[in-house]
């Protein structure tokens, strides 16, 4: 019998997005190369199609601009850097030789870890490399820059607890897409409402701009940016007014209800939330009163709320309204910011041995503040090693001309572990090649649903790349460090995270299951999680209206409205807030050297009404220079009828090196941080804006 010429491999995506995808890999067995993928149709949430970014995964894969084998610089750092090809053993010798060094001079916590969500697998993102960093006793990373500020909220509102996801939608009366372009970022969740709209659901998207998302619902309401909690009080307000609030559910399920109701909502009247909003009184009303009639009523938010200044509260308050109301009394019924509090709950003591710290207690530094910690000549001991992997640190942070400053440093040793030759690699030292999705095995956990998947490895690695779990476990060897715990396998490790007793979603799950299927959907109905019957797991077991947490940080007890920009910062010179989204073509820097996706965006663009750009005499299409105090950034002009006039949109994270300056929006952004979670405030940015 001829034996099949293809085989089919099941892998996840591992980008950042809700919807962490099960794909299906046919790998030609005579060559060993990856030659189609597509969605797996079996799995209930991807169902046989693929964004248009993955759809291209192929491309990412076998692309000429992939980093294959470990470099060393030769000449200066920055965007003129030149690189030699080396061996590993030499470029381990040189990093483990450094790291020493640096320890025995100036100690730990001058060894500065930097990543992030380059990939979800959960053993990429904190396996064996925070092991590593443990025994190294090298600085901690505080890891907030996407999601800090709403996940805080989460907790300090309902615990963690993350309500029904995107499978449950059809079931509902009226759905809110409260922020989100699911359109763009969270394309999954479309046929779910489409088919809550064969159902008779009414669709509501809350958005300061039209997007695909807006376009495709029923009703698009355009709230000022960074009004939405007034916007949701008000609604609460207009609805307990009108005794449409249901007192059984927030008598046995929340604590403060009852002053919230009398002393706080009647702040917010109509007329006082229209003129913060720019929505107008009777669509409010409209609004609160069409949510709080529906019987099932499903909010979802997402994580571009929470950069903005007071995105946490932001995001607080919006979660509440289902209390409000008791929608939560359904299973299919509530608000879902995301799953991550519970998907990624496993037991970190045996995933990353923080054993190995031995006693010591490492500094923190907040990866949003990269730039003031690389350019502060009082931190002691400063950063002499700066080790970045699953991230672009170039392109990704907050007052990136400063980070850039500070990654020029002479004196600072950089390496960059990545696929491809990003705007970091310039700035490093060494450059070492890692692996994409389709070489290596990963267990993933998503944070738009509840199905856990598996990747495993459909292709040898392309020239010498590496997984991270390699990298570190090479490293580990290098350093001499000789604990078992190095030389552990990726099977065995995926299979200590797959714990039922730790985390309830798990019970049912096993790495064979995985193995066979690619995914397993985690045990949602476990009685753990009936938080109905069991109560919420907060220190009460009730919903907290009334919060200890925000008023030990300062913000008050209650939900609350605050105005995002200070009085110092609302100025004639900057009268533009800038918002930059995640776009349609890529995920942050992910997908740029896919050259179809390129082509597809074609140039850094910003969007502007009509109004503000007859102003400043621009057209459409005019390359225009965006600047404020922080720094700037070019962009070509879209003008577009729909833009509330003061507000424009810029794509998030463009490649620097492909805009005229250098530099993307984030070079407009401050180092502050959010109301709580010290998070990235990357949308409470002023800026001007001017024909080039």
Not at 103 to 130: A, N, V
Request: glycine share 8%.
């Amino acid at each position: 019998m001829r034996q099949p010429k293809f085989k089919n491999i099941n892998v996840t995506c591992p980008h950042d997005c809700p919807d962490t995808c099960s794909l299906v890999v046919t790998v030609d067995k005579s060559s060993g190369k990856a030659v189609k993928l597509k969605g797996n149709d079996k799995h209930p949430i991807t169902k046989g199609f693929l964004c248009n970014k993955v759809n291209h995964y192929l491309d990412l894969v076998y692309n000429k601009n992939r980093v294959l084998y470990p470099h060393v610089r030769v000449g200066a750092k920055g965007s003129k850097g030149k690189f030699k090809k080396v061996s590993w053993d030499y470029a381990l010798k040189l990093i483990s030789k450094n790291i020493k060094t640096n320890l025995e001079k100036y100690g730990g916590d001058s060894i500065q870890p930097y990543s992030y969500s380059g990939t979800l697998g959960m053993l990429g993102y904190w396996g064996m490399s925070e092991r590593f960093w443990n025994k190294v006793g090298a600085s901690r990373l505080g890891r907030t820059i996407c999601i800090a500020a709403a996940s805080t909220a989460g907790i300090y509102t309902y615990g963690a607890a993350c309500g029904p996801a995107i499978d449950e939608v059809p079931k509902n009366d009226l759905i809110i897409l409260w922020g989100t372009n699911v359109a763009s970022t969270h394309v999954h969740m479309v046929p779910f409402l489409e088919e809550a709209k064969k159902n008779g659901a009414k669709i509501v998207c809350i958005d300061p701009r039209e997007t695909r998302t807006s376009v495709m619902s029923h009703w698009h309401l355009q709230p000022k940016p960074g009004t939405d909690a007034a916007l949701a009080l008000g609604m609460m307000n207009e609805i307990v007014k009108n005794n449409l609030h249901d007192k059984s559910f927030l008598k046995n399920h929340t604590t403060g209800h009852e002053d919230f109701i009398k002393k706080e909502l009647p702040k917010y009247n109509l007329s006082k939330v229209a003129k913060i909003t720019g929505i107008k009184k009777e669509d409010i009303k409209k609004l609160a009163h069409e949510y709080a009639k529906a019987k099932r009523t499903y909010i979802r938010p997402n994580y571009g709320l929470n950069r903005h200044r007071n995105g946490g509260m932001m995001t607080r308050t919006i979660m509440l309204l289902p209390a409000i109301t008791g929608a939560w009394k359904y299973k299919e019924s509530g608000c879902f910011v995301g799953s991550i509090e519970e998907m990624w709950n496993v037991d970190l003591q045996k995933l990353q041995r923080p054993d190995l710290l031995d006693g010591k207690n490492p500094r923190s530094i907040n990866m949003v503040q990269i730039g003031n910690a690389l350019n502060d000549k009082k931190l002691d001991p400063p950063i002499k090693h700066l080790f970045v992997w699953n991230s672009d640190v170039a392109n990704c942070t907050p007052d990136s001309s400063q980070v850039r400053k500070g990654l020029q440093r002479k004196d600072l040793f950089t390496v960059v572990h990545d696929t491809f030759w990003t705007d970091s690699c310039m700035y490093a030292d060494v450059v070492l090649p890692a692996d994409t999705q389709l070489e290596h095995t990963d267990l993933h956990a998503p944070y738009g649903h509840y199905y856990f998947s598996l990747t495993q490895q459909a292709i040898k690695p392309l020239g010498e790349s590496k997984s991270n779990q390699d990298l570190f476990r090479d490293l580990a060897k290098h350093m001499g460090y000789k604990e078992k715990c190095f030389k552990e396998t990726d099977e065995s490790m995926i299979k200590n995270m797959i714990d039922p007793k730790h985390n309830p979603l798990f019970r049912g799950v096993t790495y064979e299951k995985l193995k066979k299927n690619g995914w397993v959907k985690g045990d949602v109905d476990n009685p753990r999680r009936n938080y109905l019957k069991k109560g919420w797991p907060t220190k009460d077991k009730k919903i907290q209206i009334y919060s200890e947490d925000t008023k030990k940080i300062g913000l008050g007890p209650y939900p609350s409205y605050t105005e995002e920009f200070k009085k110092s910062e609302i100025k004639k010179k900057y009268p533009i807030q800038i918002l930059s989204p995640a776009t349609h073509q890529f995920i942050g820097n992910s997908f740029v050297p896919v050259e179809r996706l390129r082509n597809m965006a074609s140039r850094p663009t910003i969007e502007i009404s009509t109004d503000d750009a007859k102003k400043r005499k621009i057209k459409d299409g005019d390359l225009c220079r965006v600047f404020n105090d922080v720094g700037e950034t070019y962009a070509h002009a879209i003008i577009k009828e729909t833009m509330l006039q003061g507000v424009a949109s810029t794509q998030k994270q463009y490649r620097g090196s492909l805009v005229k300056n250098g530099l993307n929006a984030n070079a407009l952004n401050s180092q502050e941080l959010t109301d709580m979670g010290d998070g990235p405030i990357f949308y409470t940015v002023l800026a001007q804006i001017e024909r080039a």
